[in-house]
């Protein structure tokens, strides 16, 4: 069932001319690599024409102009030989030159655990890197006899299902929403598109044709919907149904889960499902915060949040208050800016931006081109931009407590950062030293995400009809925002870019494992679970995006949801195997993962004293961070132990 299409390119029928003008949009690196494939001649990545680390971000790694014409041409006879040839499928390399295509990948010999990570993330001859062989072992009666409730639909709950699906293990996914999707249905404010790029944002299965970079909001839920559709996964969906609660049964090993309509209006009555298992697929950014300002409900015009806009609301040559400098308003205020009479933006904390010149550029016709029709390109170009994603700026967000001043960078590799972000801001800012002085963060980088950019946020900032304004909210007043310094900004309108509930997991549903224990009240506000995926107590309850598994500089959440529903299918193989009704993660060891987590918290950016933000507690201690590798996760979450658990 599942198969991935982009081990099947397209035949080449187009002239030369054709041919050349796509070679133009080339990723030299990739093409590199695809040569090796079709020629079979491995001296194209041994000469002097390679990528170099030095050149993190050039996207053709430091390969000069001259160097790059030279490979063009190059292709240009080698792509005319495979055309007039008939498009035969070259042979499958030998695996040590696979490795060797790698490290000249990746510009630096890789270390042996990474040569089997990576190969599999390439998945080059169209394997299934996160597929679950256990279960196929397991009489089909048996995994038919098992039940799965999934809570959500959204990224994490569109792939469980068809995971599920595909194991021949009966699912139902209740989703809140009337379609599925989830942040990206949800979020409809202008300007939402992703930060990560999207070859790497997409299911490792599901690779797709992205018409931009990092695409926006209605591509990607387009693209959930397809998803949803092509492995029929609407039949096991009940939409506008949500999860009031779920309490385990510990006599039969079952939970029983309490849904209802999520429109009380229609009158639909509470109900309670019996499954064997669990999974929580609704994602860390779903509840909505609104900041706990005196006077909220006093504000005399229309007010929201960035993740409910009101698009009734015209802002059309309207006066705009924006609460919060995140990731939302960071993408909005450029838009609402050029409609709106005034816009003031209320800013907390400034955040750090990461340059990204083609954030908002369609892919060239030329690229497309070359993904669809050169054979192993696109394998070669997604491992790039994995890798490109993945490790690569972890160390530049560790601190080093040898390093002076912690609270502006934690070593002298994010201090280099530091000045280097700093210039790109001052250049944008014009000479305005007033607002580069607002925006420049009191944190080291990394201490938060940083937020992707090609210029527009600070431009919007310096125009007439922006403001913005660092003194706190004292209040909200009906006609608008009053600061401490006694100032009231008027507003026709007031929306909110505030965020969510992030450190609240699974609330508000009321969760009750074994012995009555209440989920929340277990964890008091300092979420844990065994990574990410299971909490002692709650047997047979599986995590997707759980605590401690959010990324601040490196990766694709969506690797982490695949590594999370490899290693939950790895979990019912263990059940169903052995004959039992449910697993409970052994204490000892999701303590032990929890303190080694806390740890390696504590060394980066963002576990520094000085930082605060919504991926810590009220404690201080980081609920939300994956702290270490993405090797690591992978290396985890592939197979279950069953030493972790214990069976009933
Ligand atoms: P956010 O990052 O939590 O930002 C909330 C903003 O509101 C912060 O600037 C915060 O200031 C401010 N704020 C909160 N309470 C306030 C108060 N009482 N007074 C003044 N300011 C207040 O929320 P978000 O922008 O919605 O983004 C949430 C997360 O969603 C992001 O971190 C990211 O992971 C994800 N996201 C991703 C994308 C994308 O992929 N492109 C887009 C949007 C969101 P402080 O910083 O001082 O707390």
Excluded at 140 to 156: E, K, N, P, Q, Y
Excluded at 458 to 474: E, G, M, Q
Aim: hydrophobic share 40%.
């Amino acid at each position: 069932m599942i198969s991935n299409r982009f081990d099947q390119w397209r035949p080449i029928t187009e002239p030369d001319a054709a041919i050349a003008a796509a070679l133009e949009h080339a990723h030299i690196p990739a093409l590199l690599a695809a040569l090796v494939h079709l020629t079979g001649d491995p001296g194209l990545i041994r000469g002097a024409i390679r990528p170099s680390a030095a050149f993190f971000g050039d996207p053709q790694g430091g390969i000069s102009p001259a160097q790059q014409a030279e490979v063009r041409a190059m292709a240009l006879d080698v792509l005319r030989a495979y055309r007039d040839g008939g498009c035969a499928r070259p042979p499958a390399p030998p695996p040590e030159r696979v490795h060797e295509l790698m490290s000249f990948m990746v510009a630096d010999t890789l270390p042996e655990p990474y040569l089997e990570f990576l190969q599999s993330e390439l998945a080059l001859e169209g394997e299934d890197p996160y597929g679950q062989p256990a279960l196929g072992a397991i009489p089909r009666a048996r995994r038919a006899d098992f039940r799965v409730l999934v809570i959500g639909a959204g990224m994490s709950g569109i792939l469980a299902a068809i995971r599920l699906k595909e194991a021949g293990i009966p699912c139902l996914v209740v989703e809140k929403n009337p379609d599925v999707g989830g942040t990206w249905f949800e979020n409809t404010y202008p300007g939402c598109r992703v930060d990560s790029p999207n070859h790497t944002y997409s299911y490792s299965f599901e690779p797709n044709d992205w018409p931009q970079h990092f695409s926006d909001q209605a591509t990607l839920l387009d693209y959930f919907r397809r998803v949803a559709d092509k492995y029929r996964i609407r039949d096991m969906v009940r939409f506008g149904t949500e999860v009031v609660a779920a309490a385990f049964d510990e006599g039969a090993g079952t939970w029983r889960v309490t849904v209802r309509p999520t429109d009380r209006a229609t009158g639909g009555a509470e109900e309670v499902l019996v499954v064997n298992a669990l999974i929580s697929a609704v994602g860390q950014l779903n509840r909505p915060r609104l900041p706990d300002i005196p006077g909220r409900d006093t504000f005399r015009g229309a007010a929201f949040h960035s993740a409910q806009w009101n698009h009734a609301t015209p802002l059309d040559g309207k006066r705009i208050a924006v609460i919060g400098t995140g990731a939302s308003a960071f993408q909005f205020v450029p838009i609402i800016a050029g409609e709106a009479a005034a816009v003031t933006v209320f800013q907390r904390t400034p955040p750090w931006m990461s340059p990204t010149p083609d954030y908002f550029n369609p892919i060239p016709a030329g690229k497309h081109w070359l993904l669809n029709h050169v054979p192993y390109y696109a394998k070669w170009y997604r491992l790039w931009m994995f890798w490109r994603t993945a490790e690569g700026l972890l160390g530049a967000v560790r601190r080093d407590l040898t390093w002076n001043d912690q609270s502006r960078s934690v070593s002298a590799r994010n201090d280099d950062m530091r000045r280097l972000l700093t210039a790109y801001m001052a250049d944008l800012c014009g000479g305005d030293a007033a607002l580069l002085e607002k925006c420049i963060p009191d944190y080291p980088v990394g201490g938060k995400r940083m937020l992707r950019d090609d210029g527009r946020y600070l431009r919007s900032l310096r125009r007439d009809n922006v403001a913005l304004v660092t003194a706190r909210i004292a209040a909200i007043e009906p006609e608008g925002v009053r600061t401490t310094d006694g100032k009231l900004h008027e507003a026709d309108v007031l929306i909110y870019g505030t965020g969510f509930h992030a450190d609240r997991f699974l609330w508000p549903m009321q969760i009750t494992g074994r012995g009555g224990r209440d989920l929340q009240a277990h964890w008091n506000g300092d979420p844990r679970a065994y990574l990410g995926i299971t909490i002692p107590g709650f047997p047979n309850l599986f995590c997707c995006y759980g605590p401690n598994t959010n990324i601040v500089v490196n990766g694709s959440i969506v690797f982490f949801s695949e590594c999370e529903v490899r290693y939950i299918l790895g979990c019912i193989a263990l059940l169903l195997d052995g004959g039992h009704r449910a697993l409970d993660c052994r204490p000892a060891v999701h303590d032990a993962f929890n303190q080694s987590v806390d740890a390696a918290n504590a060394e980066m950016a963002w576990g520094a004293p000085n930082v605060q933000s919504w991926y810590k507690n009220e404690r201080g201690r980081v609920t939300q961070n994956w702290p270490f590798t993405l090797l690591e996760f992978w290396q985890r979450t592939r197979v279950p132990d069953p030493a972790d658990y214990e069976f009933s």
